[in-house]
């Protein structure tokens, strides 16, 4: 927790209402973000991002499941964060394991869609092998290594560069000849389908200052914050999740105007993100 007097909360928020930032950013801008693709080699897909002093991993491992009996033609994904104890001295301990939590449900919500996957940003059915038999299941792990506020919107661009940087095994499957018999799936260890993430969205928190919202808030910023709403959308301008943090209510207008907000800053965000990505992927290719 930021401990701040009461002369550097009255200087943070005056700043804020004159659209000049403590770093000199304006309310809408974003810190620079550093992407490093592949940093785990043993995992499927892997990313490392920086985004001003909030430094983040995600890693991607694949392995072969069974499809759910409530959604026999869709895989699997389950997203976990782990917060760092030398990241922040209140993660030590039970205030880790809860940030961890909510990160956790707030990266659902906002890459996963609803409870029926509607609105999905990481598609199910793309997992598939065979339905009703075979899906891959995707395990996506997240560590926080340093933390300076905007953790969401980090890690869920961490997620989008690691799902980048994934290749999936070609599978191939046979059904049983009998039912004495057991189906046969091949796996190749040679031949990789690349994950397809255009539709995985950015995560856009705006958060309430006062009577303004601003972006990628730091650590001091999160601090003076009355609530704060998450937005994920994709490169279409499609929302695909929303969460909400911080006591105070919202006027369905003022969520309505922050989902404006969003949609544009997300074509900035995307488009910076998706260069980064690239870089590091060119980068990798190109190391002997």
Same mark, same amino acid.
């Given at each position: 927790? +930021?401990?701040?007097?009461? $002369?550097?909360?009255?200087f943070?928020?005056? $700043? ?11 309310? @809408? ?22 985004l ?26 389950f ?18 394991e ?17 409870k ?21 299941d @995707?395990?996506?792990d ?14 869920g ?13 070609? +599978? ?24 397809d ?31 704060? +709403? ?7 301008? @499609? ?50």
């Amino acid at each position: 927790m +930021v401990g701040l007097s009461v $002369g550097e909360r009255n200087f943070i928020k005056g $700043g804020i209402a004159q659209d000049l930032r403590n770093d000199g950013r304006k309310r @809408l801008t974003y810190r620079p973000i550093y992407v490093e693709t592949g940093v785990i080699p043993q995992a499927n897909g892997s990313a490392k991002v920086k985004l001003g002093a909030t430094d983040v991993i995600a890693s991607v491992k694949a392995e072969l499941g069974k499809p759910t009996l409530s959604h026999p033609d869709q895989g699997k994904v389950f997203i976990y964060v782990e917060c760092s104890p030398t990241a922040e001295p209140s993660f030590e301990g039970r205030g880790g394991e809860e940030l961890s939590t909510e990160l956790s449900t707030a990266l659902e919500r906002s890459l996963l869609g609803g409870k029926s996957g509607a609105g999905a940003g990481i598609d199910p059915a793309s997992l598939l092998i065979k339905e009703g038999k075979v899906c891959w299941d @995707l395990y996506v792990d997240c560590l926080v290594i340093s933390s300076d506020g905007n953790l969401l919107d980090a890690l869920g661009a961490a997620i989008k560069a690691a799902l980048s940087n994934t290749g999936i095994p070609r +599978v191939q499957f046979r059904e049983a000849a009998s039912s004495d018999e057991h189906a046969d799936v091949d796996v190749s260890d040679e031949e990789f389908l690349q994950f397809d993430t255009s539709g995985v969205p950015v995560i856009v928190t705006l958060t309430k200052v006062g009577r303004h919202y601003i972006v990628d808030a730091t650590s001091e910023e999160e601090s003076l914050m009355s609530s704060a +709403v998450s937005i994920s959308v994709n490169r279409r301008g @499609l929302i695909c999740g929303l969460t909400k943090r911080g006591g105070a209510g919202l006027d369905p207008s003022v969520i309505l105007d922050m989902i404006s907000v969003a949609k544009h800053v997300s074509e900035q965000l995307i488009n910076k993100l998706d260069s980064e990505i690239e870089a590091a992927e060119r980068a990798n290719e190109e190391e002997p």
